[in-house]
């Protein structure tokens, strides 16, 4: 990044996740949010509305663009924050302004920084264990906090990761630095595999995950995707399945027991969802190993039948 003090920022795909960042970016950062009209036009008549645990506010220095011909400057870095769906069409929509420039990825689950390796060879790969939600156009809330955010080189050279984790560090957002992004990713997607589907499929918050009739259901998801991560040779903090589950039911489900997940808002807004990058890939991958994985296959079916709008 040219300017260390102030550099410029480019978020694509803003909606709760990459607004509440923006909003916070904006105190150290010129930052541009690409996002859709409706937020564009609230936020540039009244300034991005946010409340929660980053802060109660309206920032008025954002700007908001609907496609690359509104971005009149070079963006030091770009932070892809749009559903893993539409990895694929933002980047092609933006690929002129991706082209050598460094990349950090906030989203969920697995493959997105494989697609955007398309695009650029300058990566840092990010988990973010912060519940976000939209309230309307242009208001975000920022609801439940369980770790920092999580950045480490996906490709590129070793001096790319260091101005990405001043700039979160001085906009106040917790951030730690690993040496093994793509370990990292793998444990954020157990969260993630544990809990999105269900909630979305039962229309509850995190908290119902500690429900004994749960629980089987959830043990039986981890359990098949810790055999697929050892079999990939994929090493994550908690050594075993039973290790994670005790931080699943001890920590992140009472972190988040209030919440909605990600998923939840995509199946009631009729959306695609993310699960063939977390149950889906986990089905996947056994499928490859010869592992089978009958719960994320059951839950990945069942995601899709409502994707379906049924
Ligand atoms: N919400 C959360 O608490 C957390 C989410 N995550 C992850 O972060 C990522 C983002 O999630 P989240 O913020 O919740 O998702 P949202 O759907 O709220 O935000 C993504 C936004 O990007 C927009 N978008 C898609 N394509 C374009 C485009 N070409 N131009 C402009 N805007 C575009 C979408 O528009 P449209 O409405 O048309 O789809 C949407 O408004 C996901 O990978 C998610 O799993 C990670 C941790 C927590
Ligand atoms: C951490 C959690 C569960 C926060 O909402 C998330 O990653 C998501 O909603 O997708």
């Known amino acids: 990044m040219e300017d260390a003090q102030r550099p410029v920022v480019l978020i694509l795909g803003a909606g709760a996740v990459g607004l509440a960042l923006a909003?916070?970016?904006?105190?150290?950062?010129?930052?541009?949010?690409?996002?859709?009209?409706?937020?564009?036009?609230?936020?540039?008549?009244?300034?991005?509305?946010?409340?929660g645990i980053w802060g109660d506010r309206t920032v008025g220095t954002l700007s908001c663009i609907t496609g690359p011909a509104e971005l009149s400057v070079d963006p030091d870095l770009v932070v892809v924050t749009a559903k893993g769906t539409d990895t694929e069409s933002i980047c092609r929509e933006y690929a002129a302004v991706m082209g050598g420039r460094s990349v950090v990825t906030l989203q969920n689950g697995i493959g997105n920084e494989d697609r955007i390796a398309r695009y650029t060879d300058r990566i840092i790969g990010g988990t973010v264990t912060t519940n976000f939600a939209v309230v309307g156009p242009g208001h975000v809330r920022v609801s439940s906090q369980s770790a920092p955010v999580v950045l480490g080189t996906w490709s590129g050279p070793a001096d790319l990761l260091p101005p990405a984790i001043d700039l979160f560090e001085r906009a106040g957002i917790p951030v730690a630095a690993t040496a093994d992004i793509r370990a990292e990713k793998w444990a954020k997607s157990l969260l993630n595999i544990a809990v999105n589907p269900l909630c979305a499929l039962l229309s509850v918050q995190v908290g119902a995950a500690a429900s004994p009739h749960l629980r089987g259901v959830i043990e039986g998801l981890i359990q098949e995707t810790y055999a697929v991560m050892e079999a990939e040779g994929i090493r994550v903090r908690w050594?075993?399945?039973?290790?994670?589950?005790?931080?699943?039911?001890?920590?992140?489900?009472?972190?988040?027991?209030?919440?909605?997940?990600?998923?939840?808002?995509?199946?009631?807004?009729?959306?695609?969802?993310e699960i063939d990058l977390l149950n889906g890939y986990v089905v996947a991958l056994g499928e490859r190993q010869g592992i089978p994985t009958p719960y994320n296959r059951c839950i990945a079916g069942l995601i899709r039948f409502r994707e379906e709008g049924r």
């Open 23 to 51: 909003g916070k970016l904006a105190d150290v950062a010129d930052v541009y949010a690409a996002c859709r009209h409706r937020h564009a036009s609230a936020i540039r008549e009244g300034g991005l509305v946010m409340d």
């Open 239 to 273: 050594r075993s399945a039973d290790e994670y589950l005790d931080h699943l039911f001890g920590v992140q489900v009472p972190d988040f027991s209030t919440v909605y997940p990600s998923m939840y808002y995509d199946i009631q807004n009729r959306r695609r969802t």
